[in-house]
């Protein structure tokens, strides 16, 4: 299986996070990739999320959908990337997990900090499933970003659960705390689409 490079070609992100497309940006384009955001109709794809079954099945479930969208349009061919993540809190059976978002909009990250509440093991992970859809084949690759929850929130940058998350392989600062830059470096979903990338590069030289 090969994959021509010749011209940069279009890989649709089904995402509506703006920073999530310019990381994509960052690590899929200098190894020739274009990445643009999916859209329907000019807006970004709303998706039937199966979140009890975990964050890859989610990302799976997403790029069936947004493969049957896309039937029978100019777009059919083009690869399609999706990207799910959470975050994992080891004292609460890695609750919120899938439903990170969900639970954040519901209880914020105060909420959370109350749920941990007198509890000494902070341990936590960030965890990134990326797939993407080439012709018939579709490629998986994950991250993982170890760290633990704080004991108050610290930090305006980021989004989600950032400024209550402190990486084991920082200085001690919070995401929340640090340069977008600093963070794209090290995080979940920066592993996996460099994973993602090397898997594409492999497949290219086949």
Not at 46 to 61: C, H, M, N, T, Y
Not at 152 to 171: H, K, R, T, V, W
Request: hydrophobic share 35%; charged share 25%; glycine share 8%.
């Amino acid at each position: 299986f090969v994959i021509m490079v010749e011209k940069k070609i279009s890989i649709l992100f089904a995402t509506s996070n703006q920073n999530k497309i310019n990381e994509a940006k960052s690590i899929l384009g200098p190894i020739g990739y274009k990445i643009e955001q999916l859209l329907i109709s000019g807006e970004p794809p709303r998706f039937i999320e199966p979140k009890s079954l975990g964050i890859e099945q989610v990302a799976i479930s997403k790029m069936n959908q947004a493969k049957h969208m896309l039937e029978n349009s100019n777009l059919a061919y083009n690869p399609i990337l999706v990207e799910d993540s959470g975050i994992f809190i080891n004292s609460l059976d890695n609750f919120p997990g899938a439903k990170s978002s969900e639970v954040e909009n519901e209880i914020g990250i105060e909420g959370i900090l109350e749920m941990l509440q007198g509890v000494e093991d902070r341990r936590a992970e960030y965890r990134a499933v990326a797939v993407i859809h080439f012709g018939n084949k579709i490629f998986k690759s994950f991250g993982v970003w170890k760290g633990q929850i704080s004991r108050i929130a610290l930090g305006n940058n980021g989004f989600g659960y950032d400024p209550i998350f402190i990486p084991d392989d920082s200085d001690g600062r919070t995401c929340g705390q640090m340069k977008k830059e600093e963070k794209d470096n090290l995080s979940h979903r920066n592993k996996a689409l460099k994973n993602l990338s090397r898997h594409i590069k492999a497949r290219q030289s086949e």
